[in-house]
């Protein structure tokens, strides 16, 4: 997952909004064999460029042959992988969604959100939410229902691997942030005695992914109740995959990456990622009495919550 967490940090820099929007290629490269003699003047510019994905890890320098001579050549990496638009887990429509322009815009209204009472800089700068917005946006609601294929397909993948024990006991799951039903589908497969029902209107999951951190502390308080409203008091539990911010971790990218995706939601959504207190607050607002964290899936952790 360190790799995907990498990916995820790219979204919050300022230099990848240019640099990413080229194609990578699975098999190592050696810099002047991709010019011809007549741009040769152009190779110490990729140089220069690769000098600095290479110190980001998104691209590993070796030796390589080229016309019976050993060349410097670049080889990708683990992060660099998740760019490759014919990978299964492709991390490429999420990187597409958070550098498309359409959300590069609100954060140069930032001044005048400060001002107003707009509940995003969104809002400021295209006078409607982003869900309303992209419903007239045929490119930006495709790369944004891409994105809820490709995330989840990796998060699904590895939950139901490493984290059997949390279905133990349940005869039941009822999944509210469907999107197009990647993680039902993988439990379902993975657990066959376990009744998956996915819950909601067709319109509204297909908005929805890690469902908490997109709305207000309010309104995660409603969607808690009504979600322990239909849980058995006995056995059963809400289970949550969303990031639980921690700021004193000796990690510095474990922490900034969060930091940034933060920034994100609040410019966009009117959404917040959350530390440890501010989940326990939600939780106890809405009548549970205990919770589990266990920070298992990269950027993400698996929060139990119980009645």
Known sequence: MEAHNELCKLNGTEMCNSTWHSRCHPQPR??????????????????RLMR???????????????????????????????????????????????????????????????????????????????????????KLNDIFNETMVSDPRLIANMFVRQYKEVFEGLTSLVDVEVGIGTMPKAIAKAFPQLKCIVFDQPHVVSNLE???????????????KKCKGVIPNKGGKVIIIDMVVESNKCDNKAVETPLFIDMLRMVVVAGKERNEKEWEKLFLAAGFTHYKITPALGLRSLIEVYP
């Open 30 to 47: 050696p810099t002047s064999g991709s010019f011809s003699t007549d741009h040769c003047t152009l190779a110490p510019r990729l140089d």
């Open 52 to 138: 600095v994905l290479v110190h980001s890890g998104f691209f590993a320098q070796q030796k390589l042959l080229h016309n019976s001579e050993e060349e410097e050549g670049y080889s990708l990496t683990f992060a660099s992988q998740f760019l490759l638009k014919d990978e299964f887990f492709s991390g490429v429509p999420l990187l597409l969604l958070q550098l498309d322009l359409i959300l590069a815009a609100p954060w140069h209204f930032l001044g005048d959100w400060f001002q107003n009472e707009d509940p995003t800089p969104f809002h400021t700068a295209r006078r409607k939410s982003f869900l309303d917005y992209a419903i007239h946006e045929p």
């Open 210 to 224: 890690w469902i908490i951190h997109d709305w207000s502390d309010e309104e995660c308080v409603k969607i808690l």
